[in-house]
């Protein structure tokens, strides 16, 4: 069925939509890992810089990476509160982006901070990685939580 | 040598194709039918995303309306600075002989989808795998680095509130600006938040609209202006950056030409992390090393700079070496980016109250910036029927001009030098 919005200029409604066959291709032990309650990040072999979300290939020098086991324990580097999102992240407003510095990452990992006050994240708030438990095999099977909450992690 | 713009809006339900028609009608008829359709030899078709229409390939049939074909053409794409980069893609085709009259023209057409849907279309310009699935988009990485810059130099809410205030005031003066709104600081703040710091009056809107710029050799323009009313590109400058954020380096300020030794010692080991655009300060370093510029605060005359976001206003002040890092509230305190002040930033209102058709807006900056070396914002931004008095936006004696085009949160930024023959 077509919908028409107005005649004058004519408008109508089209659809379009589309299932894709996604591959996470090197990186794949990242997704893999969070099912394991692993955060695996890699470390340039040349330079040692280190990157989660983690690059096969070094970034700043190319050279081939190694992977290792990320602490899981951080601090917010920066947040935001989001109040608007994109049309598939509505249902979960208000909710609480942020940047997260661990200790020996070189990079800052984006990610949700969930179990507490949206109001009461601040920069610098330590926090720790918490991992779902069915997971979906994206980024969204870690969350990070307050350091100091001591429940253990399910989701 | 000529320009055109559509008045952006909210929904144009034109179709594309006669959206840039109307645009290069405009900057045909600027130049007195001295410059005919088949002049133009060669042109760029700069648009950003296939997602808005499901059209893809839209370069070909806005080629084709425009009477353009079979000359040679390639569409430019680069997020948010499609615009600028296919001002640097126009310049490159005059400037290696391939062309000596090329048109750029761009548009796009967001209003066809709901503003959640165009958000998300938006977001996909950024890692799909990592940061949008989390619930990423661009209003929130903004939010993210504003808060950043707020925690580190003490920016606060009311310099970025003041950043969106003087732009939205400015667009009272120009017929083209699609918000003609009065905004104190106060509202500003008050405003339903986005994303925590920024409230709606700081996010610039998803609009439909086209521009064009025709770019030509010297010869040429001597011939369409001879009265010497063009602008001549001086210098110009690009920059890239990581596409996740969270990517970025925290190492040492890029000198501008002429910084003395030791000018950010005061940052080094922590720049640009989240709080400043490593790719616009590189583009900003090729433009001025290339216009002989080394003092910009006392050498260029105004400046149109992406502020897509207020926030993103007051970093890049820091970033075109304007304001010091760290200061670039103070710059707007002090009075300086205003009409009148040392260095007029966005005096048509910006993309905050000009809107963002994405492929349109960096043409839109290079247009208003001819407009202003010509000494024209009355008769081109003026409306008397309307009461719009363009040359209250008039910056006097307009010489050299900056345009700052910008994608991403800072991937792809181009900067133009734009001068007064």
Not at chain 1, 7 to 31: A, C, K
Not at chain 2, 395 to 416: D, F, K, M, P, Q
Request: net charge negative.
């Amino acid at each position: 069925m077509t919908h028409v919005y107005n005649t004058n200029p004519l408008q109508i409604g089209r659809h379009y939509e589309m299932d894709y066959v996604h591959s996470y291709g090197e990186v794949s032990d990242f997704f893999l890992g969070l099912q394991k309650r692993q955060l695996l990040a890699t470390r340039c072999q040349s330079c040692g810089r280190t990157w989660l979300p983690p690059r096969r290939d070094c970034g700043a020098c190319g050279g081939l990476t190694q992977w290792f086991k990320a602490p899981q324990a951080g601090k917010v580097h920066s947040f935001s509160v989001l109040h608007f999102a994109a049309e598939a992240f509505l249902a979960d407003l208000p909710f609480v982006l942020a940047y997260i510095e661990l200790e020996g990452i070189d990079t800052m990992f984006l990610s949700r901070v969930t179990g507490c006050k949206p109001e009461d994240v601040y920069i610098g708030m330590p926090v720790r990685a918490k991992f779902r438990r069915l997971v979906q095999w994206t980024p969204n099977d870690v969350v990070f939580v307050p350091a100091e909450t001591g429940a253990s992690a399910k989701g | 040598m000529s320009g055109g713009i559509t008045k952006f809006a909210k929904a144009n339900l034109l179709t594309q194709e006669a959206m840039c028609k109307d645009a290069l009608d405009y900057a045909l008829k600027d130049l007195d039918g001295r410059l005919e359709l088949r002049d133009i030899q060669t042109t760029i078709c700069t648009y950003f995303s296939d997602h808005f229409n499901g059209q893809l390939l839209f370069d070909s049939l806005t080629q084709d309306y425009l009477a353009m074909c079979p000359r040679p053409s390639m569409r430019i794409e680069g997020g948010g600075a499609t615009g600028g980069l296919g001002i640097r893609a126009g310049y490159m085709d005059v400037a290696s002989g391939l062309s000596e009259v090329c048109l750029v023209y761009g548009f796009e057409k967001m209003g066809e989808v709901s503003t959640e849907k165009g958000n998300e279309f938006i977001a996909l310009a950024s890692d799909t795998d990592f940061d949008f699935p989390v619930g990423g988009y661009y209003s929130g990485y903004y939010a993210t680095m504003a808060q950043r810059h707020m925690h580190e130099f003490g920016t606060t809410m009311e310099q970025m509130a003041k950043i969106a205030v003087k732009n939205y005031d400015n667009a009272f003066h120009n017929r083209w600006a699609q918000k003609h709104e009065r905004w104190t600081i106060g509202g500003v703040l008050e405003a339903p938040i986005i994303a925590t710091p920024l409230t709606r009056p700081m996010v610039c809107v998803m609009s439909d609209g086209a521009a064009c710029l025709i770019l030509c050799t010297e010869e040429w323009a001597k011939r369409l202006r001879p009265d010497g009313d063009y602008a001549v590109i001086t210098g110009l400058g690009c920059g890239t950056d990581t596409m996740r954020l969270g990517d970025r380096p925290r190492g040492d300020v890029i000198p501008l030409p002429g910084d003395e030794r030791g000018k950010y010692d005061y940052i080094a080991g922590r720049w640009p992390g989240l709080a400043s655009f490593r790719g616009g300060r590189e583009a900003a370093r090729q433009a001025y090393q290339q216009a002989n510029i080394t003092k910009p605060l006392e050498q260029i005359d105004f400046a149109e700079v992406h502020d897509a976001y207020a926030s993103s206003e007051l970093q890049t002040y820091e970033d075109m070496g304007l304001a010091l890092y760290g200061q670039g509230g103070r710059f707007v305190e002090e009075g300086h980016p205003y009409i009148g002040g040392k260095l007029p930033v966005n005096p048509s209102g910006g993309l905050l109250a000009c809107g963002h058709p994405v492929g349109a807006t960096g043409l839109m900056q290079g247009v208003f910036a001819l407009w202003q070396l010509q000494g024209s914002m009355a008769r081109h931004c003026g409306d008397p029927e309307a009461g719009i008095d363009g040359s209250k936006i008039q910056v006097e004696n307009a010489r050299r001009g900056l345009i700052h085009s910008h994608a991403g949160t800072g991937t792809y930024i181009t900067v133009h030098i734009l001068e007064r023959p």
